[in-house]
């Protein structure tokens, strides 16, 4: 069974920690894409990659970095942890030659910043 | 400019009703996808149409692509508690391009169905 994995379903996270949330594909998918949902905003992109260290802004990358350096696994970093980064983060992929089959989602990782 | 306006925004009906959630753009779309997201997890894909006009059946639930490829519908045929959850769409757009693999997603359908 195909998977994207999230390393951790829930974190708790005090303000000005630096945090790591990863994320690894078993598809050898070459795109990777790091979001956060939050009620009434829907899901927002933070930053993807379309290939191993690549990377492109999303819409909302204020106060994130993020590293590819295998194919299957994109981490996304918090440099400086703040209350409003209180989210569900999600991880996906897909392969460039199936872009219309959509995305493969991982479990998320609610992450509470104190 | 939200690119996928979804309606209703939140839907509770009881069991047996059916319901159709619709999923509307100005914008044309080479493929539209349907994903149901259960509480606490990641989004799932249902469905991928592809083609204008094109119509998917997946038990009770039917999806159809809008002739011009800028809207879609998801019906569900008498409702069951499983069915409870949020419910986006999601396209790719036209035009994007090779080096273009973003998805457009909706803000979503919240669906709860009671016993």
């Known amino acids: 069974d195909v998977k994207v994995t999230q390393s951790s379903r829930y974190l708790v996270k005090r303000t000005g920690e630096k945090v790591f949330l990863e994320c690894v594909q078993d598809m050898d998918h070459e795109n990777m894409f790091w979001y956060r949902q939050d009620p009434g905003l829907g899901l927002r992109l933070i930053y993807f990659s379309y290939d191993v260290k690549m990377k492109e802004k999303g819409d909302i990358p204020e106060g994130y970095s993020v590293s590819r350096e295998k194919k299957e696994r994109f981490s996304l970093i918090l440099e400086s942890a703040s209350t409003n980064q209180t989210s569900m983060y999600l991880c996906?992929?897909?392969?460039?030659?199936?872009?219309?089959?959509?995305?493969?989602f991982g479990s998320g990782t609610r992450l509470t910043v104190v | 400019t939200q690119l996928l306006e979804q309606s209703p925004q939140f839907l509770s009906i009881q069991e047996g009703e059916n319901l159709t959630v619709y999923c509307n753009s100005s914008s044309v779309f080479s493929s539209l996808q349907w994903y149901r997201q259960e509480p606490g997890e990641g989004p799932v894909l249902l469905v991928t149409v592809v083609t204008g006009g094109e119509v998917k059946k997946l038990k009770r639930l039917t999806f159809q692509f809008g002739d011009a490829r800028k809207d879609s519908s998801l019906h569900i045929t008498a409702a069951q508690p499983g069915d409870t959850g949020l419910y986006l769409c999601a396209g790719l757009l036209v035009g994007s391009g090779a080096g273009s693999y973003q998805l457009t997603f909706g803000k979503g359908t919240k669906l709860s169905v009671i016993p």
């Open positions: 996906a992929s897909s392969g460039s030659r199936t872009l219309n089959y959509g995305y493969t």
